[in-house]
């Protein structure tokens, strides 16, 4: 059972920057791809970013160049760099993890961006 534990979010202004993190029970190599989603109310759940365990990445159209995924090995930790933020991005924002067979999902947490 793999565990993930996403933390960071918050109320930010058009603007502003966030950086959301997600906190693994394994280590990251054992997870094959790690990603972010959000789900805005009345939405589906929507790709936002992932990384691979050999760092090779990817973004939503949306996102590209204000977002920036990342990795800390150490740590056992993936990070969602979210600059320039808009009212657009505000959602629940969940991390996924791919270990063995299985995608596993955090709680979410939420992500407010208001004036």
């Known amino acids: 059972q793999v565990q993930l534990v996403e933390s960071g979010g918050g109320l930010v202004q058009p603007g502003g920057s966030l950086r959301l993190s997600c906190a693994t029970s394994v280590s990251v190599f054992s997870i094959r791809a790690m990603g972010w989603y959000r789900q805005a109310p009345g939405n589906e759940r929507e790709f936002v970013a992932f990384i691979t365990n050999a760092g090779s990445t990817n973004y939503a159209d949306s996102v590209k160049g204000r977002f920036t995924i990342s990795r800390d090995n150490a740590k056992n930790t993936v990070y969602l760099q979210m600059n320039s933020l808009k009212l657009e991005d505000t959602a629940v924002y969940y991390c996924?993890?791919?270990?063995?067979?299985?995608?596993?999902w955090g709680q979410g947490t939420q992500v407010t961006v208001s004036s």
């Open positions: 996924n993890g791919l270990h063995a067979t299985t995608y596993y």
